[in-house]
């Protein structure tokens, strides 16, 4: 759906790598959703092909990656969540959160290590910064790093870790005396486990887990030398919610498309329920909410290409974006009405996805907020 030919504006091999990530999408992850999704399992088996076709790191600069810009970032998550949140999530984590950490804050050795593999898809990382306690406070955590020689010793846990089972190396978030430093521990670390979360409702085909930490030694070498305080990890996040931005688009686009279909071919009262205005209504509503999410990706994409990084800029688009995309994915349910409670059509399971989304990486007040210091010069987190 592009109803103010916002694909004019993009070049052609902005257009090129969207619609092989569509193809992927439709041919290879949708088939394998339905049952995953029902397991409450990631469909691992397709993480080499999400590397072979380059959509892990994109947009990261450095060994192995593919170097994109950051338009063409967004554009391959926002047909990544067309198919399902899940899908997005697993690419912002490795691509946002452990690749670009690596990438800004790594030694040489650290980014030869990992990038080309993780780019690849043989390797896999995950993200730990919230804690059981702490989450839109980071600032509180409570995971601690004590050196002791030349090795640290890391005691803690983190809660809500995207990938957390399926990693490889997890970055870890930890106080230390001087402040927060981040480090790269590897799975299979004496004293370092992981354990899944069940029960989700949402973002079901999506590893979610438990990071414990207990005694664990860690070399100099495994830390990420150049972050210092909490504007590591809080720079990463940047990163990741623009890509959400766009991501939450797709999904909404998603939606929209489904319930426009469908309204189409369903009758009552001897007629297509398309036909009805109240109908009608819903559907503009999200053409029109769908169509300004686009504009906002795109100028953010033009904007973050241009050098220009503005926190508030980012937590603007993530909040709009997502609350949107929530928005219309009821709308749409209730558009399929009995229908669109079941697996069958995808608003349900968006629906149910983009609770989380609209949760994690800053909840939604929490960039009410960071938008409110901006313009008033006021924080009120506290
Ligand atoms: P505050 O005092 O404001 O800042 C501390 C230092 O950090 C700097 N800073 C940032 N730098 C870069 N990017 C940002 N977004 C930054 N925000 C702040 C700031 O300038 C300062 O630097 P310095 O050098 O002066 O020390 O920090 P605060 O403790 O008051 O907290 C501010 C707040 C609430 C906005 C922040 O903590 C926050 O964003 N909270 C939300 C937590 C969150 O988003 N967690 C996400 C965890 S990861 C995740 O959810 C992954 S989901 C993945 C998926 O599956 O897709
Ligand atoms: P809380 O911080 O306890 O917030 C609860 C409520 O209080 C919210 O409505 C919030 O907006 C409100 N609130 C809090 N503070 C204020 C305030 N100052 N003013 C007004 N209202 C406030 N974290 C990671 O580190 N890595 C990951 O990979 C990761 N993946 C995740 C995957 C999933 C599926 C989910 C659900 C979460 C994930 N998270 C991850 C955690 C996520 O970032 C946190 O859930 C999020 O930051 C919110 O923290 P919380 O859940 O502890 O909620």
């Not at 870890?172 to 001087?178: D, H, I, Q």
């Not at 797709?250 to 369903?266: H, N, Q």
Request: with cysteine.
């Amino acid at each position: 759906m592009d109803f103010y030919r916002f694909s004019g504006s993009l070049s052609d091999e902005e257009r090129s790598v969207r619609e092989t990530v569509r193809r992927f999408v439709d041919r290879d992850f949708l088939p394998l959703l339905r049952r995953h999704f029902k397991d409450g399992t990631f469909p691992v088996e397709l993480i080499p092909e999400l590397g072979a076709l380059g959509l892990l790191g994109p947009s990261v600069k450095g060994p192995g990656c593919p170097g994109l810009s950051y338009t063409m970032y967004g554009l391959i998550c926002e047909e990544l969540e067309r198919g399902d949140s899940g899908l997005r999530s697993f690419a912002s984590v490795q691509s946002s959160l452990v690749m670009w950490p690596i990438a800004t804050y790594g030694s040489d050795e650290q980014k030869q290590k990992w990038l080309p593999e993780m780019a690849a898809g043989r390797k896999v990382g995950c993200f730990g910064l919230t804690e059981p306690d702490h989450g839109s406070d980071p600032g509180a955590m409570e995971t601690r790093a004590v050196r002791d020689g030349g090795e640290w010793v890391l005691n803690g846990a983190k809660l809500w870790i995207t990938n957390a089972n399926l990693a490889d190396v997890a970055v870890v978030w930890a106080r230390a005396e001087e402040g927060v430093f981040g480090f790269l521990v590897e799975r299979g670390t004496p004293g370092f486990t992981t354990n899944p979360i069940h029960g989700k409702f949402s973002l079901r085909a999506s590893d979610t887990g438990e990071l414990v930490l207990d005694e664990v030694r860690i070399p100099e070498s495994q830390r990420l030398p150049g972050a210092k305080g909490l504007r590591g990890p809080l720079s990463c996040l940047n990163e990741a919610r623009y890509g959400i931005a766009w991501g939450a688009v797709g999904a909404a686009a998603d939606c929209y498309e489904t319930a426009l279909k469908y309204a189409g071919e369903r009758e009552q009262f001897d007629q297509p329920i398309a036909s009805f205005q109240l109908v009608q209504r819903k559907l503009v509503r999200m053409l029109t909410e769908i169509t300004k999410a686009q504009g906002l990706s795109l100028q953010l994409g033009r904007l973050k290409d241009s050098g220009v990084n503005e926190v508030p800029l980012v937590s603007l688009a993530k909040r709009n974006n997502v609350a949107m995309a929530l928005d219309c994915a009821r709308t749409a349910r209730d558009i399929l009405g009995a229908a669109g409670i079941t697996d069958e059509f995808s608003p349900g399971r968006h629906m149910a996805n983009l609770e989380s989304v609209i949760t994690y990486e800053g909840t939604h007040d929490i960039h009410t907020l960071i938008v409110g210091a901006e313009i008033t010069g006021i924080q009120a987190f506290r």
